[in-house]
């Protein structure tokens, strides 16, 4: 609010228990304000126990000044003497301001939704995105960082940062086809796999134990409750001891240690070579207790479900199930020299070119490249929105759901399928990232949102700042709010009359049914029971068909997350998004009622017509 004298700007609220003293010509009124108040509703409530009743419309000048020798703010009121009518004598009054906030609108997670572009405020994130990105580019340790943002089923922006290779002076800006190692990050595709071969029936369950598989796969357990000495408990399907099972595998919280005994990322041996050596070796936490990062989990669970499950390798198994059903045609394992021309080059922190290493039995967990392009493609596959389908919904759902909240020390809050999962803003934020000689990945999905970033990079990721935590810093509640500010299309039923009418839960509460003009189903509560304090708009609802006789309510979004009315409160954030389910029609062609299971609110039951109320 702007003082029409002075200019000055006023504080539009008060902090807690800060005092108010509102003087009105000869009245004094002191405002007791509990939490943040809005000035103008201190002054109309001090008008209200005032003898300035009569104040005819007119603006208020305000001024905001600071009381000697103490914190108290106060503002004095100066209202044109020809639109106040005072008493002349003083009269003190002091009112305690009931707790005011601010008000929660919701939903909290709005429903991803087709934009209209442009949005300028998600032009100014991306804007953002693009200055952080390129600011983080250094000419010796990280020359070349290329990122794309999806968004739905659509590319929503991509930047290209710095040189693809920094030993040549003519080189060019990488694009979105320019290769980098992608590390880690191949640990998705074993993980995939798994999923693939559990929604075809392959495998029995996520939580079969891999011994299932490798019957000759025995590892020291010695943090065991078995019945024999810690240090010689083993793990086998006749004891009682935790498995390791496929989906603990997958999730980081096998208790596989991260390497093979002796071996390194380079190690050549095999799989048989692999389960040998566990067996002299010892699991360091119990299976699905703690979160400990094991390549060793990854590699047993690619090699050993490719070869007795699907009679195949395990990376042609990859090229044909899920790089050629989503035509990602430069993404793979095999470094070749038309491959290497293609890459950005990757460098270590001083500057010098990094190896191509290969890394033998240890390729399922960190050998692949790709590029932002095929990313793109990736993570809309992995969202369920990728034209070429990869799993069922609920079977992607169940891939990004945390699995186990890790310990204090560990680099992420929880994990997943193979995912490190953060949250922002109410989200998780699920990511796999990847750091090998020479380059440094993050693939990461919001999947509540449909959003996804990639970051590729060819040097070392930067140590004092998270770069893809910070994009959705900017990214997440423009998105949230776009969807939240976009009027979700609602589906009309086949037929509306079947619904159409007046219905009544125990007499007490009365709702009619009418049709709009797109056909859509528009509920009304009416009634002796309706506060006329609530605003139209709330007490109207609109129905969304999915399915015969089934409706799911929505509300005019952004709407408050608690309707606050008198001395009660509703949440509409409940009542939102539930299912109406609508009885068998009648012979009469109609429905004689319905129910709402998620309200606990059932016979909800048709009448002939709207009843004559009396209060």
Known sequence: MISQRSGNRISPSSGARDHVRIKCMWVVVTVIAQEQWSWLHAVLLAFAFSPCRKLLCGFLLLEDEQLQGDKKRHLRCVFPPSFVSCSTTTEQHEVVVKKATVEEMCPRFP????????????????????????????????????????????????????????????????????????????????????????????VDSLDDPLEKYANNFTIKNPLGKSEGPASLSVRTLKNRSPAVSLRRMASQISGLPRLLRSTNLLWSGDTQSALILLQDDVLVAEPGTRCHYSNVAFSLLANILAQKVTGT????????????????????????????????????????????????????????????????????????????????????????????????????????????????????????????????ATLSLVPRLKLGLVV?????????????????????????????????????????????????????????????????????????????????????????????????????????????????????EAQ??????????NKKGVSPGFDSPGLNTYKVTRIAGRPYLTS
């Not at 056909?519 to 609530?534: A, H, K, N, S, Y």
């Not at 939102?576 to 029609?585: E, L, P, W």
Request: with cysteine.
């Open 111 to 202: 429903e991803p939704v087709p934009l209209n572009h442009p949005i300028t405020s998600l032009r100014v994130a991306l804007e953002k995105i693009d200055v952080l990105l390129r600011s983080s580019v250094h000419t010796t340790k990280l020359p070349a960082i290329s990122a794309i943002v999806v968004l739905n089923d659509s590319v929503l922006w991509n930047g290209h940062f710095g040189k693809k290779n920094i030993s040549d002076p003519s080189s060019s800006a990488p694009n979105e086809f320019t290769v980098y190692r992608i590390a880690s990050l191949s640990k998705i595709f074993p993980t995939l796999m798994l999923y693939k071969l559990w929604e075809d029936g392959l």
């Open 456 to 572: 590729l990079m060819a040097g070392v990721r930067p140590a004092d700042q998270d770069l893809v935590s910070q994009a959705y810093s900017y990214l997440i509640p423009v998105v949230v709010n776009a969807f939240r500010d976009t009027q979700q299309t609602l589906k009309p039923p086949p037929d509306p009359a079947p619904y159409i009418g007046f219905f009544t839960f125990r007499n007490m509460t009365f709702y009619e049914i009418k049709v709009d003009s797109d056909g859509v189903l528009v509920m009304q509560q009416f009634g002796p029971q309706v506060d006329t304090t609530v605003p139209s708009k709330y007490r109207t609802i609109r129905l969304d068909y999915l399915q015969d006789r089934v409706f799911r309510v929505v509300f005019e979004s952004p709407y408050p997350c608690k309707l606050k009315f008198n001395s009660a409160s509703v949440s509409l």
């Open 313 to 440: 390798d395990f990376e042609s198994w990859v090229s044909d199930n899920i790089m050629e059903k989503l035509n990602m045609e430069q993404t793979g394992f095999s470094l070749t020299p038309d491959i290497q021309r293609q890459m950005a080059l990757g460098v270590y922190s001083n500057g010098q070119p990094a190896p191509l290493y290969n890394l033998g039995w240890y390729r399922p967990a960190g050998q692949m490249y790709s590029t932002t392009a095929d990313m793109a493609k990736l993570m809309m596959a992995l969202l369920g929105v990728h034209s070429g389908t990869l799993l069922r919904q609920n079977t992607l759902n169940t891939m990004l759901t945390p699995v186990l909240r890790c310990h204090g020390g560990y680099f992420a809050n929880s994990t997943g399928t193979p995912w490190e999962i953060n949250e922002q803003f109410g989200y998780d934020v699920v990511r796999k990232d990847g750091d090998l000689d020479g380059y440094a």
């Open 576 to 585: 939102d998004r539930q299912i109406f389910n609508f009885y068998v029609f």
